[in-house]
Protein backbone atom coordinates (compact mmCIF):
# COMPACT_ATOMS: atom_id res chain seq x y z
CA UNK A 1 0.00 0.00 0.00
CA UNK A 2 1.93 3.40 -1.27
CA UNK A 3 1.76 5.94 1.24
CA UNK A 4 0.17 9.19 0.56
CA UNK A 5 1.68 12.47 0.03
CA UNK A 6 1.02 15.19 3.12
CA UNK A 7 -0.87 18.23 2.19
CA UNK A 8 -1.20 21.82 3.83
CA UNK A 9 -5.05 20.79 3.12
CA UNK A 10 -7.60 18.98 5.10
CA UNK A 11 -10.65 19.39 2.71
CA UNK A 12 -11.60 20.67 -0.43
CA UNK A 13 -14.57 21.28 -2.96
CA UNK A 14 -14.51 20.24 -6.09
CA UNK A 15 -16.86 22.02 -9.21
CA UNK A 16 -17.13 20.47 -12.54
CA UNK A 17 -19.86 20.19 -14.88
CA UNK A 18 -19.03 17.03 -16.08
CA UNK A 19 -18.85 13.75 -13.37
CA UNK A 20 -15.57 12.40 -15.71
CA UNK A 21 -13.87 15.69 -14.72
CA UNK A 22 -14.93 15.52 -10.80
CA UNK A 23 -13.59 11.96 -10.54
CA UNK A 24 -10.61 12.59 -12.02
CA UNK A 25 -9.99 15.87 -9.19
CA UNK A 26 -11.59 13.66 -6.85
CA UNK A 27 -8.74 10.97 -7.17
CA UNK A 28 -5.81 13.64 -7.12
CA UNK A 29 -6.83 15.43 -4.33
CA UNK A 30 -6.75 11.68 -2.22
CA UNK A 31 -3.78 10.83 -3.83
CA UNK A 32 -2.22 14.03 -2.61
CA UNK A 33 -3.48 13.22 0.76
CA UNK A 34 -6.77 15.78 1.21
CA UNK A 35 -9.12 12.79 2.46
CA UNK A 36 -12.55 14.94 2.79
CA UNK A 37 -13.63 15.75 -1.02
CA UNK A 38 -17.02 17.22 -1.76
CA UNK A 39 -18.01 18.09 -5.25
CA UNK A 40 -20.70 20.21 -6.50
CA UNK A 41 -21.73 21.43 -10.13
CA UNK A 42 -23.59 24.33 -9.45
CA UNK A 43 -21.53 27.63 -8.44
CA UNK A 44 -24.37 29.52 -6.76
CA UNK A 45 -24.80 26.52 -4.45
CA UNK A 46 -20.60 26.30 -3.55
CA UNK A 47 -21.18 29.99 -2.93
CA UNK A 48 -23.54 29.83 -0.52
CA UNK A 49 -21.60 26.32 1.04
CA UNK A 50 -18.94 28.28 1.49
CA UNK A 51 -20.12 31.28 2.98
CA UNK A 52 -22.08 29.42 5.47
CA UNK A 53 -18.71 27.70 6.66
CA UNK A 54 -17.07 31.15 6.33
CA UNK A 55 -19.89 32.24 8.96
CA UNK A 56 -19.35 29.00 11.37
CA UNK A 57 -15.75 28.92 11.06
CA UNK A 58 -15.61 32.93 12.13
CA UNK A 59 -18.28 32.54 15.09
CA UNK A 60 -16.51 29.67 16.61
CA UNK A 61 -13.42 31.44 16.12
CA UNK A 62 -14.92 34.78 18.31
CA UNK A 63 -16.16 32.31 20.95
CA UNK A 64 -12.27 30.79 21.51
CA UNK A 65 -11.13 34.26 21.36
CA UNK A 66 -13.60 35.26 24.61
CA UNK A 67 -13.55 31.99 26.11
CA UNK A 68 -16.60 30.45 25.82
CA UNK A 69 -15.62 27.35 23.87
CA UNK A 70 -17.37 25.12 25.99
CA UNK A 71 -20.87 27.36 25.95
CA UNK A 72 -21.12 27.08 22.37
CA UNK A 73 -21.08 23.92 22.59
CA UNK A 74 -23.34 23.51 25.38
CA UNK A 75 -25.38 26.20 23.43
CA UNK A 76 -25.18 23.75 20.16
CA UNK A 77 -26.30 20.66 21.73
CA UNK A 78 -29.70 23.01 23.18
CA UNK A 79 -30.51 23.59 19.84
CA UNK A 80 -29.98 20.78 17.73
CA UNK A 81 -27.74 22.16 15.38
CA UNK A 82 -25.76 19.38 14.10
CA UNK A 83 -22.14 19.14 14.33
CA UNK A 84 -19.86 19.04 11.33
CA UNK A 85 -18.92 15.25 9.87
CA UNK A 86 -16.04 16.64 8.03
CA UNK A 87 -13.59 19.73 8.37
CA UNK A 88 -14.67 23.04 6.37
CA UNK A 89 -13.03 23.72 3.08
CA UNK A 90 -9.77 25.06 2.65
CA UNK A 91 -9.09 24.45 -0.94
CA UNK A 92 -11.45 24.82 -4.18
CA UNK A 93 -10.51 23.15 -7.53
CA UNK A 94 -13.05 25.09 -9.62
CA UNK A 95 -13.37 23.93 -14.15
CA UNK A 96 -13.62 26.63 -16.11
CA UNK A 97 -17.17 25.56 -16.90
CA UNK A 98 -20.10 24.89 -14.36
CA UNK A 99 -23.79 24.20 -15.00
CA UNK A 100 -24.68 27.33 -14.27
CA UNK A 101 -21.84 29.75 -14.72
CA UNK A 102 -18.43 30.05 -15.72
CA UNK A 103 -15.44 29.11 -13.26
CA UNK A 104 -14.50 33.23 -13.13
CA UNK A 105 -17.68 33.97 -12.60
CA UNK A 106 -18.22 31.84 -9.57
CA UNK A 107 -14.37 33.38 -8.41
CA UNK A 108 -15.75 36.91 -9.11
CA UNK A 109 -18.38 36.23 -6.73
CA UNK A 110 -17.19 34.48 -3.58
CA UNK A 111 -14.33 37.34 -3.65
CA UNK A 112 -17.02 39.55 -2.91
CA UNK A 113 -17.54 37.69 0.64
CA UNK A 114 -14.39 39.03 3.03
CA UNK A 115 -14.73 35.83 4.61
CA UNK A 116 -13.30 34.12 1.33
CA UNK A 117 -11.53 36.56 -0.10
CA UNK A 118 -8.29 34.43 0.51
CA UNK A 119 -9.32 30.80 0.11
CA UNK A 120 -7.13 28.99 -1.99
CA UNK A 121 -8.93 28.68 -5.72
CA UNK A 122 -7.19 26.86 -8.73
CA UNK A 123 -8.92 27.16 -11.88
CA UNK A 124 -8.48 24.41 -14.24
CA UNK A 125 -9.58 24.40 -18.11
CA UNK A 126 -8.70 22.53 -21.84
CA UNK A 127 -6.36 25.48 -23.23
CA UNK A 128 -4.06 28.56 -21.18
CA UNK A 129 -4.23 31.14 -23.70
CA UNK A 130 -2.40 34.50 -22.54
CA UNK A 131 -6.35 35.87 -22.78
CA UNK A 132 -7.75 33.19 -20.27
CA UNK A 133 -4.57 33.52 -17.82
CA UNK A 134 -5.41 37.18 -17.64
CA UNK A 135 -9.12 36.75 -17.04
CA UNK A 136 -8.48 34.24 -14.50
CA UNK A 137 -6.19 36.68 -12.77
CA UNK A 138 -8.78 39.17 -12.75
CA UNK A 139 -11.37 37.30 -11.48
CA UNK A 140 -8.95 36.46 -8.54
CA UNK A 141 -7.73 32.41 -9.23
CA UNK A 142 -4.60 31.05 -7.08
CA UNK A 143 -3.76 28.77 -9.64
CA UNK A 144 -4.26 27.55 -12.97
CA UNK A 145 -4.04 23.98 -14.61
CA UNK A 146 -4.42 22.92 -17.73
CA UNK A 147 -6.57 19.72 -18.65
CA UNK A 148 -4.84 16.70 -18.90
CA UNK A 149 -2.85 18.03 -15.82
CA UNK A 150 0.46 15.85 -14.37
CA UNK A 151 0.57 14.67 -10.58
CA UNK A 152 3.87 17.20 -10.98
CA UNK A 153 2.25 20.22 -11.89
CA UNK A 154 -0.75 19.21 -9.68
CA UNK A 155 1.64 19.08 -6.63
CA UNK A 156 3.31 22.30 -7.67
CA UNK A 157 -0.13 24.33 -7.78
CA UNK A 158 -1.26 22.61 -4.21
CA UNK A 159 2.42 24.40 -3.31
CA UNK A 160 1.66 27.87 -4.34
CA UNK A 161 -2.09 27.70 -2.89
CA UNK A 162 -0.54 27.14 0.56
CA UNK A 163 2.21 29.99 -0.02
CA UNK A 164 -0.77 32.26 -1.14
CA UNK A 165 -3.01 31.12 2.00
CA UNK A 166 -0.53 33.63 4.47
CA UNK A 167 -2.94 35.99 3.82
CA UNK A 168 -5.14 35.76 7.36
CA UNK A 169 -2.87 37.06 9.28
CA UNK A 170 -3.23 40.20 7.15
CA UNK A 171 -6.51 40.09 7.24
CA UNK A 172 -6.75 39.48 11.25
CA UNK A 173 -4.65 42.72 11.67
CA UNK A 174 -7.80 44.47 9.80
CA UNK A 175 -10.19 42.73 12.02
CA UNK A 176 -8.39 44.13 15.30
CA UNK A 177 -8.58 47.68 13.43
CA UNK A 178 -12.35 47.38 12.67
CA UNK A 179 -13.11 46.17 15.80
CA UNK A 180 -11.16 49.03 17.51
CA UNK A 181 -13.03 51.34 15.52
CA UNK A 182 -16.27 50.21 16.47
CA UNK A 183 -15.34 50.44 19.88
CA UNK A 184 -14.14 53.96 19.29
CA UNK A 185 -10.62 53.27 20.54
CA UNK A 186 -9.22 55.44 17.82
CA UNK A 187 -5.80 55.32 19.28
CA UNK A 188 -5.46 51.41 18.78
CA UNK A 189 -6.95 51.62 15.30
CA UNK A 190 -4.34 54.07 14.13
CA UNK A 191 -1.66 52.36 15.43
CA UNK A 192 -3.13 48.80 13.76
CA UNK A 193 -3.74 50.24 10.54
CA UNK A 194 -0.80 51.84 10.21
CA UNK A 195 1.34 48.56 10.76
CA UNK A 196 -0.94 47.22 7.65
CA UNK A 197 -0.66 50.23 5.59
CA UNK A 198 3.17 49.56 6.33
CA UNK A 199 3.70 45.46 5.84
CA UNK A 200 1.19 45.44 2.87
CA UNK A 201 2.18 48.21 0.54
CA UNK A 202 5.85 47.17 0.24
CA UNK A 203 4.56 43.66 -0.42
CA UNK A 204 2.00 44.08 -2.93
CA UNK A 205 4.56 46.41 -5.07
CA UNK A 206 7.15 43.51 -4.75
CA UNK A 207 4.35 40.66 -5.31
CA UNK A 208 3.62 43.16 -8.63
CA UNK A 209 7.24 43.08 -9.65
CA UNK A 210 7.55 39.31 -9.17
CA UNK A 211 4.67 38.54 -11.12
CA UNK A 212 5.09 40.95 -14.68
CA UNK A 213 8.51 39.05 -14.03
CA UNK A 214 7.18 35.66 -14.32
CA UNK A 215 4.68 36.63 -16.75
CA UNK A 216 7.40 38.11 -19.37
CA UNK A 217 9.00 34.27 -18.91
CA UNK A 218 5.45 32.86 -19.78
CA UNK A 219 5.51 31.27 -16.36
CA UNK A 220 2.27 31.54 -15.74
CA UNK A 221 1.27 29.55 -12.79
CA UNK A 222 3.74 31.54 -10.72
CA UNK A 223 2.56 34.68 -12.23
CA UNK A 224 -0.82 34.03 -11.16
CA UNK A 225 -0.26 33.27 -7.61
CA UNK A 226 2.42 36.46 -7.82
CA UNK A 227 -0.53 38.84 -8.96
CA UNK A 228 -3.18 37.36 -6.73
CA UNK A 229 -0.99 37.83 -3.46
CA UNK A 230 -0.11 41.63 -4.59
CA UNK A 231 -4.29 41.98 -5.49
CA UNK A 232 -4.92 41.04 -2.17
CA UNK A 233 -2.44 43.25 -0.19
CA UNK A 234 -3.38 45.93 -2.09
CA UNK A 235 -7.14 45.58 -1.28
CA UNK A 236 -5.87 45.32 1.99
CA UNK A 237 -3.90 48.46 2.26
CA UNK A 238 -6.79 50.61 -0.03
CA UNK A 239 -9.34 49.48 3.10
CA UNK A 240 -6.63 50.43 5.50
CA UNK A 241 -6.54 54.20 4.42
CA UNK A 242 -10.07 53.71 4.47
CA UNK A 243 -9.50 53.12 7.99
CA UNK A 244 -7.36 55.92 9.06
CA UNK A 245 -9.77 58.23 7.75
CA UNK A 246 -12.43 57.00 9.62
CA UNK A 247 -10.15 57.06 12.23
CA UNK A 248 -8.71 60.46 11.57
CA UNK A 249 -12.45 61.66 11.64
CA UNK A 250 -13.49 60.27 14.88
CA UNK A 251 -10.61 62.09 16.43
CA UNK A 252 -11.68 65.04 14.83
CA UNK A 253 -8.63 65.68 11.75
CA UNK A 254 -10.75 66.93 9.31
CA UNK A 255 -7.61 67.20 7.06
CA UNK A 256 -5.80 64.21 7.28
CA UNK A 257 -9.12 62.27 7.01
CA UNK A 258 -10.07 63.26 3.55
CA UNK A 259 -6.15 62.96 2.48
CA UNK A 260 -6.59 59.10 4.15
CA UNK A 261 -9.16 58.83 2.04
CA UNK A 262 -7.88 60.15 -1.14
CA UNK A 263 -5.59 57.85 -0.92
CA UNK A 264 -8.11 54.91 -0.68
CA UNK A 265 -9.71 56.08 -3.83
CA UNK A 266 -6.34 56.24 -5.82
CA UNK A 267 -5.53 52.47 -4.68
CA UNK A 268 -8.51 50.93 -5.71
CA UNK A 269 -8.45 53.26 -9.12
CA UNK A 270 -4.91 51.55 -9.29
CA UNK A 271 -6.05 48.50 -8.68
CA UNK A 272 -8.84 49.06 -11.31
CA UNK A 273 -11.82 48.72 -9.05
CA UNK A 274 -13.48 51.42 -10.38
CA UNK A 275 -17.03 51.43 -8.76
CA UNK A 276 -15.18 51.21 -5.17
CA UNK A 277 -12.55 54.39 -6.32
CA UNK A 278 -15.78 56.51 -7.59
CA UNK A 279 -17.46 55.41 -4.32
CA UNK A 280 -14.88 57.43 -2.34
CA UNK A 281 -14.44 59.87 -4.51
CA UNK A 282 -18.20 60.69 -4.41
CA UNK A 283 -17.86 60.89 -0.62
CA UNK A 284 -15.05 63.53 -0.93
CA UNK A 285 -16.51 65.66 -3.33
CA UNK A 286 -19.60 66.56 -1.47
CA UNK A 287 -16.98 67.76 1.46
CA UNK A 288 -14.72 69.48 -1.56
CA UNK A 289 -16.80 70.75 -4.41
CA UNK A 290 -14.14 71.99 -6.52
CA UNK A 291 -12.44 68.71 -6.26
CA UNK A 292 -11.18 67.31 -10.14
CA UNK A 293 -12.32 63.83 -11.14
CA UNK A 294 -9.30 61.71 -10.68
CA UNK A 295 -10.96 59.13 -12.45
CA UNK A 296 -10.88 60.68 -15.60
CA UNK A 297 -7.03 61.61 -15.53
CA UNK A 298 -6.63 57.82 -14.67
CA UNK A 299 -8.78 57.05 -17.77
CA UNK A 300 -6.53 58.93 -19.92
CA UNK A 301 -3.43 57.31 -18.46
CA UNK A 302 -5.31 53.91 -19.21
CA UNK A 303 -5.42 54.88 -22.75
CA UNK A 304 -1.62 56.00 -23.49
CA UNK A 305 -1.00 52.62 -22.18
CA UNK A 306 -3.11 50.45 -24.42
CA UNK A 307 -4.95 49.11 -21.70
CA UNK A 308 -8.48 50.48 -23.37
CA UNK A 309 -10.70 47.97 -21.46
CA UNK A 310 -9.92 49.37 -17.79
CA UNK A 311 -9.98 53.16 -19.55
CA UNK A 312 -13.33 52.29 -20.70
CA UNK A 313 -14.79 51.20 -17.34
CA UNK A 314 -12.81 54.04 -15.82
CA UNK A 315 -14.37 56.67 -17.71
CA UNK A 316 -17.76 55.55 -17.46
CA UNK A 317 -17.46 55.19 -13.35
CA UNK A 318 -15.95 58.86 -14.24
CA UNK A 319 -19.19 60.03 -15.54
CA UNK A 320 -21.04 58.84 -13.46
CA UNK A 321 -19.23 60.82 -10.46
CA UNK A 322 -18.94 63.94 -12.83
CA UNK A 323 -22.29 63.49 -15.55
CA UNK A 324 -21.72 67.18 -16.84
CA UNK A 325 -18.21 66.58 -17.92
CA UNK A 326 -17.27 66.68 -21.52
CA UNK A 327 -16.03 62.87 -21.47
CA UNK A 328 -15.43 63.21 -25.19
CA UNK A 329 -12.95 65.65 -25.38
CA UNK A 330 -10.82 64.35 -22.48
CA UNK A 331 -10.95 60.81 -24.71
CA UNK A 332 -10.29 62.69 -27.98
CA UNK A 333 -7.15 64.10 -25.99
CA UNK A 334 -5.88 60.94 -24.72
CA UNK A 335 -6.18 59.48 -27.80
CA UNK A 336 -3.68 61.98 -29.54
CA UNK A 337 -1.01 61.48 -27.33
CA UNK A 338 -1.33 57.96 -28.58
CA UNK A 339 0.53 56.38 -31.80
CA UNK A 340 -2.80 55.85 -33.56
CA UNK A 341 -5.29 58.30 -32.31
CA UNK A 342 -8.10 56.97 -34.64
CA UNK A 343 -7.34 53.28 -33.92
CA UNK A 344 -7.28 53.97 -30.16
CA UNK A 345 -10.61 55.90 -30.16
CA UNK A 346 -12.28 53.08 -31.99
CA UNK A 347 -11.21 49.97 -29.42
CA UNK A 348 -12.10 52.48 -26.77
CA UNK A 349 -15.95 52.30 -28.25
CA UNK A 350 -15.64 49.12 -28.86
CA UNK A 351 -14.64 48.04 -25.11
CA UNK A 352 -17.55 50.18 -23.75
CA UNK A 353 -19.73 48.76 -26.30
CA UNK A 354 -18.83 45.31 -24.87
CA UNK A 355 -19.04 46.46 -21.50
CA UNK A 356 -23.04 47.02 -21.19
CA UNK A 357 -22.50 50.98 -22.54
CA UNK A 358 -23.58 50.91 -25.88
CA UNK A 359 -25.43 54.78 -26.18
CA UNK A 360 -21.91 56.13 -24.49
CA UNK A 361 -19.78 54.37 -27.04
CA UNK A 362 -22.41 55.23 -29.72
CA UNK A 363 -22.03 59.20 -28.84
CA UNK A 364 -18.19 58.76 -28.91
CA UNK A 365 -17.70 57.70 -32.00
CA UNK A 366 -20.24 59.84 -33.89
CA UNK A 367 -18.19 62.98 -31.51
CA UNK A 368 -14.93 62.18 -32.19
CA UNK A 369 -14.64 59.17 -35.35
CA UNK A 370 -17.69 59.36 -37.48
CA UNK A 371 -17.63 61.65 -40.61
CA UNK A 372 -20.05 63.81 -40.99
CA UNK A 373 -22.65 64.53 -43.63
CA UNK A 374 -21.67 67.18 -46.28
CA UNK A 375 -24.39 69.71 -46.45
CA UNK A 376 -25.78 70.86 -49.94
CA UNK A 377 -25.04 73.76 -51.12
CA UNK A 378 -27.43 76.47 -50.77
CA UNK A 379 -28.59 78.08 -54.17
CA UNK A 380 -27.23 80.53 -55.64
CA UNK A 381 -28.80 83.05 -58.28
CA UNK A 382 -27.24 83.27 -62.00
CA UNK A 383 -24.38 85.85 -62.25
CA UNK A 384 -26.78 88.07 -64.69
CA UNK A 385 -29.40 87.83 -62.71
CA UNK A 386 -27.55 90.00 -60.05
CA UNK A 387 -26.29 92.53 -62.84
CA UNK A 388 -28.90 93.54 -65.04
CA UNK A 389 -27.19 96.27 -66.89
CA UNK A 390 -24.60 93.79 -67.50
CA UNK A 391 -27.15 91.36 -68.92
CA UNK A 392 -28.39 94.28 -71.13
CA UNK A 393 -24.64 94.29 -72.67
CA UNK A 394 -24.54 90.89 -73.23
CA UNK A 395 -27.70 90.66 -75.43
CA UNK A 396 -26.88 93.80 -77.80
CA UNK A 397 -23.51 92.48 -77.88
CA UNK A 398 -24.89 88.91 -78.70
CA UNK A 399 -27.31 90.63 -81.31
CA UNK A 400 -24.42 92.10 -83.11
CA UNK A 401 -22.32 88.61 -83.49
CA UNK A 402 -25.30 86.94 -84.32
CA UNK A 403 -25.82 89.44 -87.52
CA UNK A 404 -22.31 89.71 -88.61
CA UNK A 405 -21.66 85.91 -88.80
CA UNK A 406 -25.13 85.89 -90.71
CA UNK A 407 -23.64 88.84 -93.22
CA UNK A 408 -20.15 87.23 -93.57
CA UNK A 409 -21.92 83.54 -94.52
CA UNK A 410 -24.46 84.46 -96.93
CA UNK A 411 -24.21 83.57 -100.73
CA UNK A 412 -21.87 85.45 -103.55
CA UNK A 413 -25.16 86.51 -105.09
CA UNK A 414 -26.73 87.72 -102.56
CA UNK A 415 -23.77 89.59 -101.50
CA UNK A 416 -23.10 91.36 -104.92
CA UNK A 417 -26.81 92.44 -104.97
CA UNK A 418 -26.50 94.03 -101.40
CA UNK A 419 -23.06 95.73 -102.77
CA UNK A 420 -25.19 97.14 -105.68
CA UNK A 421 -27.71 98.74 -103.14
CA UNK A 422 -25.02 100.27 -101.63
CA UNK A 423 -23.69 102.04 -104.48
CA UNK A 424 -26.44 103.61 -105.39
Known amino acids: MTKKNQSPF ?9 EGVAAVDRTTLRTHGIRHVRVLSSGEEAARLLAREAARREKHR ?18 GEARPTSPTCDLVLCNATLDDMEGTAFLRL ?55 AAMPDMARLMHS ?42 DYAAAIAAFNRAVRLNVLYAEAYMGLSHAWRGKGDQRKARKYMMMAGEAYAR ?40 AAMAYVEGYKLTPDADISTQVARACHFTDKPEEAAVALCRAMEKGGERDMAQRLYRRIIAIPERRPAPARKPLLAQFPMLNELLAVARYTMRAYREAHTAPPEQLAQDRRLRII
Open 62 to 79: AALHQGRGQEEARDTRET
Open 271 to 310: LEAFADARSVFSQLSQEWPDMPNLLLGTAGALVRQGNFQA
Open 10 to 18: LSALVLADA
Open 177 to 218: ADTALGAEEFDNALATLGKVVTVAKPKAQECYEQGMAHLEAR
Open 110 to 164: IRKHPALASLPVILTAPSATREDVLKAIGAGCTGFLVRPYTTAAFAEQLELAARS
